[in-house]
């Protein structure tokens, strides 16, 4: 991820930052999501699986492309000049633009989930144990490739997601078999959840 922040603004202080990572990292939004959509940059580099390594590669790539390298990477730099002096930022691609979508909504998962994957019941006899909004959060997450939060994580944050979103309490008494369970009433996981 690079904070492309400041680019455009050269009078003011500012920090551009690369986090670089083995894992996709989640933002702490707190409640600012259109602040981050506006000043991320997300670069994936997707490393392609090789049946062995090649000892010295980055020898051998200097010797044979070594010229090549560099002007393309001069002539990268020159591209991206002009296009910060003209536009004033980085112009981002469709791609690149759903890439930080994601990556936002990612982020929020829990959020998202509990706004789209469950919905209030007009019905009495509809509930939902804390267990089976958990297995469909996972569910979710999953369809859309993201990496859903802890299970504990997703318990703490569920009360208040279902209190804002949804305007229920929850209950101590949603029967599954012989056992009760915590979870909700009058509210139901939505079909694929």
Sequence with gaps: ???????????????NVVITSN???????ANDESAWSRHLLVVEFIKAER???IANLDRILLQKEGPGILTWGIEGAAKLLAELKNAGNFMLTP?????????????????EFIADGVAKQQK?????TNEELRDGYVKFCHARKWRPVATKT??????DLMTNAHGVSQ???????????RGYSGIALLAGF
Excluded: T
Aim: glycine share 4%; aromatic share 4%; no cysteine.
């Design 124 to 128: 009495k006899k509809i509930d939902v």
């Design 171 to 181: 209950r101590n008494d949603i029967r599954r078999g012989n056992a009760s369970h």
């Design 51 to 53: 049946a062995s390594s």
């Design 154 to 159: 997703f318990q703490m944050k569920l009360a």
């Design 23 to 29: 894992a996709r990292l989640l933002i702490g939004l």
């Design 95 to 111: 791609k690149q633009k759903e890439r930080i979508e994601s990556l936002v909504l990612e982020s929020r998962s829990a959020d």
């Design 1 to 15: 991820m690079i904070s492309r922040s400041v680019v455009n603004k050269p009078d003011r202080h500012g920090f």
